[in-house]
């Protein structure tokens, strides 16, 4: 077995990245499909097995895990196959070592804080904004899952009273209603009066596109809004926004800013920094494999 060799995966709803990490550096990468049932995903690991030798894997998957029992609550709609499923104790059979599991969200976290846009800082609030809103919570040199293990569900945050319903069915005016690729694109098409995909959206963002822009500026303003609440509840001076919509970072960030000051005291946002993912799509990759190499014990 090789020593200081770590395996990362970071399972989403549509593809899957995993990784080796050797010395903290990526040594291998693939991006393949994601599993579509339970048959795929335990084939995942065994693949896994045969083709690379580690010392211990980390996986990051989008859903609700209870960290002490290791049971998988609730997985996104698409990996609804590993819902009330104890999935730890077959993977380490499969691949004869030891499997640390947690939140896809908390993987990209630890992963920008350990090298990436947080290395060197104890303490900041990561978002991972794509499909919906992620969110990692590290406070002085710890990821904090909480008590039942469920913290940082950041994109449920209210931040339009009597809202759309949101996709988890439960509340109106969540915040991923509206600053997400769906949202995003159901905005633009208001806007536009035709739908466009998020790469044209992006586009048209560069061109300086007077509509785009003030559409992004109005859900930016709500996502800062959504990060003002929670810097009222643990004072914390840097954010830094992850996943696919990072990219869109210059045209939201100023906006951002305005909803953080709209709901925070000046000395709350005093010293805020916002800053962008530096490690991009292999920020879930590393911060799975850290995962693994820090035992598990980087949660708390």
Known sequence: MP????????IGGTFTKLGVVSHDKIVARKLIKSPTNINEFFQLFEELKANYEFTALG???????????????????????L??????????????????????????????????????????LCLTLGTGIGGGLYYKNRLLIGDNGFAAEFGHINVIENGTLCSCGKRRGCVENY?????????????????????????MAQNGDKDILKA???????????????????????????????????YIKNAVMRGIKEYCYSSDYANITIKKSELLE??????????????GEILY
């Open 3 to 10: 020593n200081n060799v770590y395996a990362g995966i970071d």
């Open 59 to 81: 996986v990051g998957i989008p859903g609700i895990i209870d960290h002490k029992n290791m049971i998988m609550k609730y997985a996104s709609p698409s990996l609804g196959f």
């Open 83 to 124: 819902n009330e499923k104890s999935i730890k104790e077959k993977i380490e059979r499969i691949i004869s070592t030891n499997v640390y599991i947690t939140n896809d969200a908390n993987v990209v976290t630890i992963g920008e804080m350990i090298y990436g846009a947080g290395k060197g800082i104890s303490s900041a």
């Open 179 to 203: 600053f997400s690729i769906s949202g995003i694109i159901n905005l633009v098409r208001e806007v536009k009066g035709k739908e466009h995909p998020m790469e044209e959206i992006l586009k």
């Open 216 to 250: 992004l500026s109005n859900v930016s303003f709500l996502l800062g809004k959504a990060i003002g609440a929670i810097l009222l509840v643990i004072d914390i001076n840097t954010i830094i926004l992850a996943g696919g919509l990072s990219r869109f970072f210059p």
């Open 282 to 295: 292999n920020a879930g990759i590393l911060g799975a494999a850290y995962l693994a190499k820090s035992r």
